[in-house]
């Protein structure tokens, strides 16, 4: 079983695949909540005492600036990934 | 032109183009009725996602809630948009590779029991059903506001053209007239934008005005009315906060409601919108698995557009309207100086459609918008408008205004304001070409046939792939099941269309049961068969019934009201329990399929423990699933079917 820890036969590419690809979804998605739910709600008050163009950034961050952000995370995501299955030969011709 | 030859020649123009790419696009096999043949094009697909996603609701009313509820209103925008980020990370890759027809498949095939597919087609189902009928009464809306056709006829001519090109085209139909669909709708919603946002900031880019400063034609004089002398500039939030407050009304970048509350609503609009079938099932439509990623990105960037525009359409709309119409003489010969304000044409206009209405409660023939009910009928707060009984016409007031027949309210407040008003009547207030008026009803049917048509293809592939060919006989051949999928969508559009003419009075309930059902179902079932191995089948299944129960249970006590009598029969609850007070840590129904989320993933986590691990085989699938390699085109079902031992 491959999930059996006493018949582990080493990190096969698939599992160190895997392994890279669990990091970068942590880390986008720790940026995922930070903006949305830390800047967007719970924090909204701290951050309305800056300012960003008109706009208080708390209120900014949960209007407009989260939603900037979700676009650009997924971005990343797709160039991160799409050279993680090149290095590991994943890729679909 | 008039309106009236605009509206019917661009909508008319809109509808033959949909016909038009139905006909091209008619579906010959199983895979192109239910996945588009599998290949379809990222960016093709992103625009499809977006016009399958935007309904009825995110055109029409989302911008009018914004506008209302000002910083409360953000739990839609993150909601609706930060879900897709769960979506492209954490779902739609795999389910790509996993590549099958539908959302029941990869549950039923993953937790190798019939027992766990028929559980995912009820919610898929009822998930589904619930939201389909709303995109019908959306059809209605607009054709009766626009083209002066009544409602049901609306209703019908909306489930003719759904019926063309679901049925006959199946996904494959379906996406393209998607990708049409799109384009209609960001055109029409983003030309007014940019015309209320140059009038009232002087800036193109509505997003852009939204952040700035107050500019343009009324804009100036708004800012005049605020006290700016000279030069000065300032920011149209800070002078949307000022005249909502000098109106008795909440800042608008403040909200009423509790933080945690918005916290909890807005996961579960998150993870609800990511459990959705009806998006899920448009990434099994593309050729590879960084196709699935790359359609992610194309769907939240179409989406986006719309979304960040939104609240500024709100506030536009919002600052213009109070600028028009607040105490503003109704009757203009009523006006002593050229100071004061007289109601505009279009005020009657809309009046006439019901979604404004006036009161004059201190009889000084003026109209005065301040914070509260206008009327003190309940919750329901809609005008009703008194008709003479002789002929059936309107009765009209002292000054010419409708007179409605609800008990007035104690607050000075005289004006009701529908909320859809701020995107439907924006291009009269400000004065925009006849042809703008037009667009925005093809972009309100696009809106909502294109989520009308997505959610049919879930009813009719849940019905014939996953019950019929799953379930009750794998023997079917292609050409049958093509066959009954065709039935199912075309049963699920009168269903439909039924509910559009007769809506239910709970329609504003079962969104919010839609999204929890969602949420505490599918998004942990799917989220663990691809990251737990350990994740049995009785960990999944059960997880999904006891976050289904628990979700339901209370979205059902706090939102139906009929469910108070019952409780008081079989818990002994006080008479009118069901109420805000007694929500579980101040959550509302809206936001509890958060809860019932950890509940999901709490109960499969638990049993998962305590249940044997999935057989070789699953372990093998789910190692499959996650590299991309060798996707190939969605197919059938290769695992041995089900066993005895099924649960």
């Known amino acids: ?93 | 032109m008039d309106v009236q030859a605009w509206t019917f020649l661009i909508v008319g123009f809109s509808f033959a183009i949909y016909l038009g790419i139905a006909i091209w696009s008619r579906a010959g096999s199983a895979g192109e009725f239910y996945v588009a043949g599998g290949g379809v094009p990222p960016l093709a697909n992103g625009m499809a996602t977006g016009a399958d996603w935007m309904s009825a609701a995110s055109f029409i009313s989302m911008a009018g809630i914004i506008s209302f509820g000002g910083y409360d209103g953000s739990v839609y925008l993150m909601g609706w948009t930060g879900g897709y980020v769960l979506l492209a990370l954490l779902l739609a890759p795999y389910l790509r590779k996993f590549g099958r027809f539908t959302v029941p498949d990869f549950i039923g095939d993953r937790c190798y029991s019939n027992f766990a597919r028929v559980v995912a087609v009820l919610c898929a189902l009822c998930v589904s059903f619930t939201y389909v009928a709303g995109q019908m009464r959306g059809v209605g809306v607009v054709f009766s506001q626009f083209l002066q056709v009544p409602i049901n006829w609306g209703v019908v001519i909306g489930m003719g053209i759904v019926f063309f090109y679901a049925v006959l085209g199946g996904m494959k139909g379906i996406t393209y007239t998607q990708v049409a669909q799109y384009c209609v709708l960001i055109f029409a919603f983003m030309v007014p934008a940019i015309f209320m946002s140059l009038l009232l900031t002087g800036t193109l880019v509505p997003q852009a005005g939204f952040v700035g400063d107050l500019g343009g034609d009324v804009g100036t004089q708004i800012a005049a009315d605020l006290g700016a002398v000279g030069g000065e500039k300032i920011a149209l939030l800070d002078a949307i906060d000022k005249i909502n407050t000098e109106l008795g009304f909440n800042a608008f970048t403040d909200g009423s409601k509790s933080r945690l509350d918005i916290f909890m609503i807005t996961i579960a609009l998150m993870v609800g919108t990511a459990g959705l079938p009806h998006v899920i099932i448009r990434f099994y439509t593309v050729p590879k698995v960084r196709d699935a990623r790359m359609s992610a990105f194309y769907a939240l960037l179409f989406i986006a557009i719309l979304y960040t525009a939104a609240p500024a359409v709100g506030v536009f709309g919002r600052m213009n309207l109070i600028h028009t119409v607040e105490h503003a003489y109704y009757d203009a010969e009523l006006a002593k100086s050229e100071e004061d304000k007289v109601i505009p044409e279009w005020f009657r206009e809309w009046e006439t459609t019901g979604l404004l209405a006036w009161v004059d409660k201190n009889d000084d023939g003026r109209v005065d918008y301040l914070k509260g009910r206008v009327f003190a009928d309940g919750g329901k707060d809609k005008p009703a408008f008194a008709t003479s009984e002789e002929d059936g016409t309107p009765l009209r007031g002292v000054h010419g205004q409708r007179v409605v027949t609800n008990p007035p309210s104690e607050t000075p407040n005289e004006l009701y304001v529908d909320r859809d008003i701020m995107v439907l009547a924006n291009p009269q207030i400000a004065n925009l070409p006849n042809w703008v008026i037009g667009l925005l009803a093809a972009g309100g049917l696009a809106a909502a046939l294109s989520t009308a048509a997505g959610l049919l293809m879930v009813i009719s592939s849940a019905v014939s792939h996953d019950l019929l060919k799953g379930v009750i006989n794998p023997k079917v051949t292609e050409k049958q099941e093509l066959w009954v999928a065709r039935g199912a969508a075309a049963v699920g559009v009168f269903g439909a269309g039924y509910f559009g003419i007769n809506p239910p009075g709970f329609v504003a309930e079962v969104v919010a049961l839609a999204f929890g059902l969602a949420a505490s179902t599918f998004f942990p079932a799917i989220l663990l068969g691809i990251f737990s191995k350990r994740a049995s089948r009785e960990g999944i299944v059960g997880g999904m019934l006891i976050g289904i129960a628990y979700t339901l249970t209370y979205i059902v006590m706090f939102k139906f009201t009929w469910a108070d009598g019952l409780l008081q029969v079989v818990s002994g609850w006080e008479p009118g329990q069901n109420k805000a007070d007694y929500w579980f840590l101040g959550i509302s129904p809206e936001g509890i399929g958060s809860i019932g989320m950890l509940v999901n993933f709490a109960a499969a986590i638990a049993i998962s423990k305590l249940t044997p691990p999935p057989p070789q085989e699953i372990q093998d699938l789910i190692e499959n699933i996650r590299v991309p390699k060798d996707a190939g085109e969605a197919h059938e079902m290769q695992l041995p079917p089900a066993t005895a031992d099924d649960i």
């Open chain 1, 1 to 93: 079983m491959p999930n059996d820890p006493t018949q582990d036969t080493g990190p096969s590419a698939a599992q160190r695949y895997w392994k890279t690809n669990i990091k970068y979804l942590t880390v986008l998605l720790g940026i995922w909540f930070a903006v949305s739910y830390g800047c967007g709600i719970l924090f909204v008050d701290q951050l309305n005492e800056y300012r960003l163009g008109g706009a208080k950034l708390g209120f900014w961050f949960a209007q407009q600036g989260s939603i900037y952000v979700f676009v650009a995370l997924i971005a990343v995501y797709v160039v991160l990934m799409n050279k993680l299955d090149r290095r590991f030969g994943f890729r679909e011709d």
